[in-house]
Structure formats: C-alpha cells, structure tokens
C-alpha cells in the first residue's frame, strides 16, 4: 500500500514556477508509474504528465497547454518524483495530485491509477 504524499505547491504570480514533489516513505517509487494531476475550480480532474517505471524511464504529456512549460523527473535516491512548471499561467491554478499505478493512465481522470495522494494546492495570481 502506498501512501503518496505531495508538496510544494504555493502561491505564484503569473510567469513564475513551482515545483512539486511526490513522495513516499516507505515503498520505492521507482517500481511505479507515476502520473501528476490536476483539478481547476468547477472542472474535472485531468492527467497533465506522467513517467514510467524507471526501468521504462518514458515520460508522457497529456495536455498541450503544458508543453514546454511542465516536466516530469524522477529522483530515485529522494525516493521522489518531480513536477517542475515553469512560465505558470492563471489557467494552471488547482490541486494538483500525484498518483502511481503499475501503468500511465489509460483516461485523463486517471481511474485506473491505484495510489493517490491527498494534493497541493498551486494558485496563479497576480
């Protein structure tokens, strides 16, 4: 059983950059798919990046919004993963999630993910 916890979400003006990490204290990550998601206000949730096991070390982009902006990355030794967005826009603004599955997601709402944390809060803002 995994329990992911996220961080590094804040308050950031437009054009600035955050980065979020998912994390585990007990069970290695690097066995996992790890998917990064995010809920705006009044929308449903969406799958925006997701890497593979680090044996695949195959990164995925869901959302064309976030091409060039968003990446994924793995720090095995940290036991975590990363979501580092840059050029943040006011659209960005959720809960963002992290989850880990033996898979990406096959649906942007990422039902078929087995692990969630309980999210990060990134508000856009000027």
């Known amino acids: 059983q995994l329990q992911l916890v996220e961080s590094g979400g804040g308050l950031v003006q437009p054009g600035g950059s955050l980065r979020l990490s998912c994390t585990e204290s007990v069970v290695t990550l690097s066995y996992y798919a790890i998917g990064w998601f995010r809920q705006a206000p009044g929308k449903e949730r969406e799958v925006v990046l997701c890497t593979l096991d680090s044996s695949r070390n195959t990164n995925y982009t869901y959302q064309d919004s976030v091409k060039g902006r968003f990446f994924i990355s793995r720090d095995n030794a940290k036991n975590t993963v990363y979501l580092q967005m840059n050029d943040l826009m006011l659209e960005d603004t959720g809960v963002y999630y992290c989850?880990?599955?033996?898979?990406?997601?096959?649906?942007?709402?990422?039902?078929?993910?087995?692990?969630w944390g309980k999210g990060t809060l990134v508000t856009v803002s000027s």
């Open positions: 989850a880990a599955a033996w898979g990406c997601p096959t649906s942007p709402l990422g039902d078929d993910m087995d692990y």
